[in-house]
Nanobody
């Protein structure tokens, strides 16, 4: 049974930074590629970054150079360091296994609001 708890969101001014965390209760966490997703109001959920179990990361073009995904396989925690935040980064951010669909379990997410 997967459980995911996201935290670290908040209100920040444009240009600011936030670090999101995701505590995952996944038995073999290190075996799974994980991703950070976000959903803005009126938009579909999108994948913004993902990382393999071994630590290879990939990013959406919209966040490349500003966001850094990382993981601690011992603590079963996923992180997203977000710098140079823009108003268009405003969304609810979720973590999940890479490839998760709307039919899969999702945590409550964490709200990120960037003011201009």
């Amino acid at each position: 049974q997967v459980q995911l708890v996201e935290s670290g969101g908040g209100l920040v001014q444009a240009g600011g930074s936030l670090t999101l965390s995701c505590a995952a209760s996944v038995r073999t966490f290190s075996s799974y590629a994980m991703g950070w997703y976000r959903q803005a109001p009126g938009k579909q959920r999108e994948l913004v970054a993902h990382i393999t179990g071994g630590g290879t990361a990939n990013y959406a073009d919209s966040v490349k150079g500003r966001f850094t995904i990382s993981r601690d396989n011992i603590e079963k925690t996923l992180y997203l360091q977000m710098n140079s935040l823009k108003p268009e980064d405003t969304a609810v951010y979720y973590c999940n296994l890479l490839g998760a669909t709307v039919r899969d379990y999702w945590g409550q997410g964490t709200q990120v609001t960037v003011s201009s």
